[in-house]
């Protein structure tokens, strides 16, 4: 069974840094992207970052654009988010996803990925 585990969520303060984990079980693909969306409550899920874990492009919302970083380890199967500069909007469920993808080109909708993480809490305190 794929299962996509995610981590390192929490409190911080405006202006301060986390970083969120993302393992991927198994990859099912030989050629395949992750990505972070987030839910605020009361919103819809909305499209954060994305890395192809082959060709290693990132793509990133305009809303955190210069403030969050999307990494990867392949060999690991893990992707990490660095978020930088927190504000009280990015207070959010957090959700880590993978699917298949053979080029380097972002993945930016939802409906593109086919496994999904169990998401993990990010509250950003003003």
């Known amino acids: 069974q794929v299962q996509l585990v995610e981590s390192g969520g929490g409190l911080v303060q405006a202006g301060g840094s986390l970083r969120l984990s993302c393992t991927l079980s198994?990859?099912?693909?030989?050629?395949?992207?992750m990505g972070w969306f987030r839910q605020a409550p009361g919103k819809e899920r909305g499209f954060v970052t994305t890395i192809s874990m082959s060709f290693g492009s990132a793509y990133y919302a305009d809303s955190v654009k210069g403030r969050f970083t999307i990494s990867r380890d392949s060999a690991k199967n893990t992707v990490y988010l660095h978020m930088n500069s927190l504000n009280p909007e990015g207070t959010a469920v957090y959700y880590c996803a993978s699917g298949d993808h053979l080029t380097p080109s972002p993945v930016t909708s939802g409906d593109e990925y086919d496994y999904w993480g169990q998401g993990t809490q990010v509250t950003v305190s003003s």
């Open positions: 198994r990859p099912t693909f030989s050629n395949y992207a």
